[in-house]
């Protein structure tokens, strides 16, 4: 009998009770036990372990194993796997660098002189081609596309066109294909929420930075006019059609209008069709997740994002904070990932667009499989490091970002919120199952 590496034990000392939690990160399991077999897990009991009435669950939940187990092996082993996965081809393609915003975070400032800033007739055919030899020589079972930019919206004619040309290879070849869009939502209508939703989009993010008074102060037009209320009125008449995710962004410099923001989206009628995620901005100043002076360190948010959280609930929003294992965090370090620029440049992680130095091809020049897969990003490891091999959170944090580790002076990863909150984070999600 072994038990986990990856259990947590909670004791929660409530004005009427005290609540004994186990939790796995490997598993994710989660729940209430008694007293005692809390206390038989902190004392390593393992004789009462052995005999206890819930051995089977615990067994299930992967709290304890029958027979010794090197659980860091076998997560290499799965990391290995997945990152290595030869059934779907995952593209991110920007149809565009131009945007019809002016966001001081935004990566914008780097695209400005990196050639066209919509993708040509040309490049869309390279795209196609690509998609085609690669289905040939590998025999996906998967398209996933991702759409951003710049705004897509922008191209929508242009993008729907494409859509249209890979769902066509996708059926001919009989294999399953998914589109997803970030987009400002600005340009969004009902009408073309349900053209996407035709075409196979899952999902629309649409970012909105705290209440209007701090939103149109960060997410501005060109001519520098707001742009919250468009927003939110294509919002409440697109979400009908299509599943919207709202991300919101948060930094010192809008912390304070949060609340005011929650009370707002409380009392949309859109708020049960919606769902809401909560992000620390990051500036893409250097091409890479580099944080200015009004960012919150991942430590320090850890903190914010729980209360964040726990306004939102009170106010009836849609959202979720429970960690997932992934074998592999990011598809900039998996096989088979690319994301394609809208001059036809290629990267692996969707932070260094428009950063040269990261570029590792392009789609017009016979770019091929064996490049795509052998590069710095797929050589790149979480389990290289002796700080991730032996932290608890690994199979939640997966190392983080990569691009974080190329550009932080340590050329370490770097620690991901979970790290620092674990213990609020279940708390929160036990006392509002």
């Known amino acids: 009998m072994q038990i986990s590496s990856y259990n947590e034990y909670l004791l929660l000392n409530d004005s009427d009770k005290e609540s004994y939690l186990i939790y796995n990160s490997l598993s994710n399991g989660f729940g209430e036990i008694h007293k005692d077999l809390y206390n038989a897990f902190i004392q390593k009991d393992m004789d009462y372990l052995e005999h206890c009435t819930e051995k089977e669950q615990l067994l299930q939940g992967q709290f304890l194993y029958v027979q010794p187990i090197k659980e860091l092996d076998q997560m290499e082993e799965q990391f290995k796997i997945f990152r290595n996965q030869d059934q779907t081809l995952n593209l991110t393609i920007l149809p565009t660098f131009s945007c019809n915003f002016r966001c001081s975070y935004c990566f914008e400032n780097l695209t400005s002189k990196s050639g066209k800033r919509a993708f040509s007739q040309k490049i869309q055919n390279e795209i196609l081609t690509y998609i085609e030899k690669s289905i040939e020589e590998l025999h996906f079972k998967r398209i996933i596309v991702n759409w951003t930019g710049g705004e897509p919206l922008l191209e929508f004619k242009n993008i729907t066109s494409l859509m249209e040309r890979i769902n066509f290879i996708a059926n001919k070849n009989k294999i399953s294909i998914d589109h997803f869009m970030v987009s400002n939502g600005y340009l969004l209508t009902p009408d073309r929420a349900k053209k996407l939703k035709e075409l196979g989009v899952k999902r629309i993010q649409i970012t909105i930075d705290g209440s209007k008074k ?30 919207i995710t709202i991300r919101t962004n948060v930094d010192l410099d809008n912390i304070h209008f949060m609340n005011e923001y929650m009370e707002y989206m409380g009392r949309q009628l859109f708020k049960e069709k919606v769902s809401i995620y909560f ?23 850890s903190k914010v994002i729980i209360k964040l959280y726990e306004s939102a609930l009170e106010k009836g929003l849609n959202i979720s904070y429970y960690p997932q294992y992934e074998p592999v965090a990011c598809a900039a370090i998996a096989a088979n990932s690319m994301v394609i620029q809208p001059d036809g440049g290629i990267q692996k992680c969707w932070n260094t667009v428009g950063n040269k130095n990261y570029l590792i091809g392009h789609i017009s020049e016979n770019f091929s499989i064996e490049q795509l897969n052998s590069n710095k990003w797929m050589d790149y490891s979480p389990y290289k490091f002796e700080k991730c091999r032996v932290c608890n959170v690994l199979p939640l944090c997966g190392g983080g970002c990569a691009q ?25 999600n036990f006392r509002h199952q």
Do not use: W
């Open 214 to 243: 701090s939103h149109d102060q960060r997410r501005i037009l060109a001519n520098k006019e707001g742009t919250f209320d468009k927003i939110i009125e294509n919002i409440n008449k697109s979400c009908e059609f299509i599943h």
């Open 279 to 301: 992000s620390a901005t990051t500036e893409y100043s250097a091409g890479g997740c580099v944080s200015n002076s009004s960012c919150y360190a991942n430590k320090d948010f």
């Open 404 to 428: 974080q580790a190329f550009e932080s002076e340590e050329k370490q990863p770097v620690c991901r919120e979970f790290k620092y909150n674990l213990e609020e984070m279940l708390t929160f």
